[in-house]
């Protein structure tokens, strides 16, 4: 059984930056991970995912330069380093993974997490 458990999340002010894991069991090796975020009646949103060999990213035009995603294969752990947090990073941010490549459609992941929410006052 896969499991994926995001932790991290929290109440943060403008330029602050906050780190997010996932910790995840069970799952299959050769799985490319990632991050999500969605807001009350929008659509989930890439914000950055990372292949299992750690050779490719990729990122959402509205967080490069801001956000680093990592990966530690040891721990089966991913993280999101949030740097220069805006109001509009405010969301609930979810980890994700799918069995191969590198997509942007939340549609094509397989295993999720049962999110954790990222707000950032002004």
């Known amino acids: 059984q896969v499991q994926l458990v995001e932790s991290g999340g929290g109440l943060v002010q403008t330029g602050d930056s906050l780190k997010l894991s996932c910790a995840a069991s069970?799952?299959?090796?050769?799985?490319?991970m990632g991050w999500f975020r969605q807001n009350p009646g929008k659509e989930r949103e890439l914000v950055a995912a990372?292949?299992?060999?750690?050779?490719?990213?990729t990122y959402s035009d509205s967080v490069k330069g801001r956000f680093t995603i990592s990966r530690d294969g040891a721990k089966n752990t991913i993280y999101l380093q949030m740097n220069s947090l805006r109001p509009e990073d405010t969301a609930v941010y979810y980890c994700?993974?799918?069995?191969?490549?590198?997509?942007?459609?939340?549609?094509?992941?397989?295993?999720w997490g049962q999110g954790t929410q990222v707000t950032v006052s002004s």
């Open positions: 994700a993974a799918r069995d191969v490549g590198l997509v942007n459609v939340a549609a094509n992941y397989n295993y």
């Open positions: 069970g799952l299959p090796s050769g799985y490319s």
């Open positions: 990372i292949t299992s060999r750690r050779d490719r990213t």
